[in-house]
């Protein structure tokens, strides 16, 4: 059966603070392989909305992984951002949330969306999202067992495009400190995308080269330059997003009308992907 025809289950995140409940369903507990260390990637953006690329970039990161590390993936998250962060072409995080939600649970076996950071009332940085993952993971659960029942802390990744790391270089984007608590205790995951010298970009940082053994640069194999703002044109001048997103997050879509109207200008704050 194809994954995109397989009804949608109960999953379904709070839209209260009050109500929230850490995704866990596919979180993995156990390890298949007790010599290697646990690992869950996290991609924080807008994701308004997502698109195949940001699927692919979770499966990009899985094979190099397996092929070119001593991690075990058990799990994947994406975590949108709220309203308060203020960009624009970002729809609700409402429906930023379920569009996630109806790519993640039709199209996969192993991605799940976190709402915590949308439901929050500021601003959330990048560094405290990656320390609420911590805290789920590692702090209330203890991390995961091997076969054999020990238990073991799990590794927390950031997933990135190399455009959102060349951000880093950016003034007053940015905080050093932020930088060294997402480097240094976490790590990152970077995919290469058209255009960007994510090398040069590392030999040229300070802060990234300091903690380079800590970030992976994974290469796109087939490139792919599918962005949420070009989606976001395409449906404002009338334009086919098919074979861009999932089934159902077009009609989501289309469904409730979002995009058809020209993005305000508003500020910008760059510590997230598209």
């Not at 025809?5 to 603070?17: C, D, N, S, W, Y």
């Not at 790391?165 to 058209?194: C, F, K, Q, S």
């Amino acid at each position: 059966m194809d994954l995109e025809e397989v009804p949608l289950g109960i999953v379904r995140q709070a839209t209260k603070l009050e109500d929230y409940k850490f995704p866990d369903h596919r979180l993995r507990t156990v390890m298949a392989d007790s010599t290697r260390t646990p690992l869950v990637i996290v991609a924080c953006g807008s994701f308004s909305p997502i698109t195949y690329l940001h699927l692919r970039i979770f499966e990009m990161a899985l094979d190099n992984i397996r092929e070119h590390t001593r991690f075990e993936v058990m799990g994947g998250y994406y975590s949108p951002v709220s309203d308060h962060y203020r960009k624009s072409g970002l729809a609700p995080a409402n429906h930023r949330v379920r569009m996630c939600e109806l790519a993640s649970e039709r199209t996969s076996s192993w991605l799940m969306v976190d709402a915590w950071e949308t439901l929050q009332n500021n601003y959330t940085r990048t560094a405290v999202v990656l320390d609420h993952f911590d805290e789920e993971i590692n702090g209330k659960r203890g991390g995961v067992r091997t076969k054999d029942g020990k238990v073991k802390k799990v590794k927390i990744m950031l997933l990135a495009g190399g455009d959102l790391i060349e951000t880093m270089a950016e003034p007053n984007v940015w905080a050093d400190e932020d930088l060294h608590h997402i480097l240094g205790n976490y790590g990152t995951l970077v995919v290469e995308r058209t255009g960007a010298d994510v090398w040069g970009f590392l030999l040229s940082h300070d802060i990234l080269w300091q903690h380079r053994k800590n970030v992976l640069v994974i290469k796109q194999l087939i490139y792919n330059d599918i962005s949420s703002t070009k989606v976001r044109l395409f449906i404002r001048r009338g334009m086919s997003i098919q074979y861009l997103l999932p089934n159902s997050v077009i009609k989501y879509i289309e469904d409730h009308g979002l995009y058809h109207e020209t993005e305000p200008v508003k500020t910008v704050i760059l510590d997230k992907g598209a």
